[in-house]
């Protein structure tokens, strides 16, 4: 019932987005514990230093990082899961958020579709910190959105989630985890983002 009621209220938001709106919800990051003291001790640094080191390395360094986690399914992964594909979209939702919800079927089969191009989608699953959680299951069973998905670990957390302020945000990289194109905010229909990813194939093909 509750799966019900998010994608409808989805099904509304989207069409008020088809007159030009933004789809999306303020982000909510699950904290993994292990990652609270730390994130106190980076506060008490201030920002100033690590927010130069960021501008200078953006370009060079791969988006998440060196990282460790584990799907909803409980399997260990880390960075290397980039590696298995030329492009890979990155999709951060949530299971509070109805538009997350509503293009995750869209999702689902652009993975059937361009996995033997050479693309693979992967989620995160922003307010998510432990494998098996039985909510994200069931939306991911409910909409076929079958792909793989992590949860928030203390890596990912310190990392680029820290500038997630919507889901769903989506983001692009390479084999090597390196950016490709702007990350986009918000749900947007199947058509949009075969365009999206027709165009960054091309690229990453390109700079081979």
């Given at each position: 019932?509750?799966?019900?009621?998010?994608?409808?209220?989805?099904?509304?938001?989207?069409?008020?987005?088809?007159?030009?709106?933004?789809?999306?919800?303020?982000?909510?990051?699950?904290?993994?514990?292990?990652?609270?003291?730390?994130t106190?001790?980076?506060?008490?640094?201030?920002?100033?230093?690590?927010?130069?080191?960021?501008?200078?390395?953006?370009e060079?360094?791969?988006?998440?990082?060196?990282?460790?986690?584990?799907?909803?399914?409980?399997?260990?992964?880390?960075?290397?899961?980039?590696?298995?594909?030329?492009?890979?979209?990155?999709?951060?939702?949530?299971?509070?958020?109805?538009?997350?919800?509503?293009?995750?079927?869209?999702?689902?089969?652009?993975?059937?579709?361009?996995?033997?191009?050479?693309v693979?989608?992967?989620?995160?699953?922003?307010?998510?910190?432990?494998?098996?959680?039985e909510?994200?299951?069931?939306?991911?069973?409910?909409?076929?959105?079958?792909?793989?998905?992590?949860?928030?670990?203390?890596?990912?957390?310190?990392?680029?989630?820290?500038?997630?302020?919507v889901?769903?945000?989506?983001?692009f990289?390479?084999?090597?985890g390196?950016?490709?194109?702007?990350?986009?905010?918000?749900?947007?229909?199947?058509?949009?983002?075969?365009?999206?990813?027709?165009?960054?194939?091309?690229?990453?093909?390109?700079?081979?």
């Amino acid at each position: 019932m509750k799966l019900k009621r998010l994608i409808s209220g989805a099904a509304v938001i989207l069409m008020i987005t088809s007159s030009g709106m933004f789809a999306g919800c303020g982000a909510k990051r699950a904290e993994p514990e292990t990652a609270k003291e730390e994130t106190r001790s980076t506060e008490e640094k201030g920002t100033e230093a690590s927010e130069s080191s960021e501008e200078e390395t953006a370009e060079a360094s791969p988006l998440f990082g060196s990282f460790t986690s584990e799907t909803l399914d409980g399997e260990a992964v880390d960075q290397e899961i980039f590696s298995g594909a030329d492009l890979t979209m990155v999709n951060i939702w949530g299971t509070f958020c109805g538009p997350c919800i509503s293009e995750m079927p869209d999702l689902g089969e652009i993975s059937e579709e361009y996995k033997d191009k050479g693309v693979q989608v992967i989620g995160i699953v922003s307010d998510v910190v432990e494998a098996k959680d039985e909510t994200a299951l069931e939306i991911v069973n409910t909409t076929g959105a079958d792909y793989t998905h992590i949860v928030v670990s203390k890596d990912l957390y310190l990392g680029y989630l820290q500038e997630v302020q919507v889901v769903p945000t989506t983001v692009f990289v390479d084999k090597e985890g390196k950016q490709v194109g702007s990350a986009q905010y918000g749900a947007k229909s199947k058509e949009k983002w075969e365009e999206a990813i027709n165009e960054l194939l091309e690229q990453v093909k390109d700079e081979r």
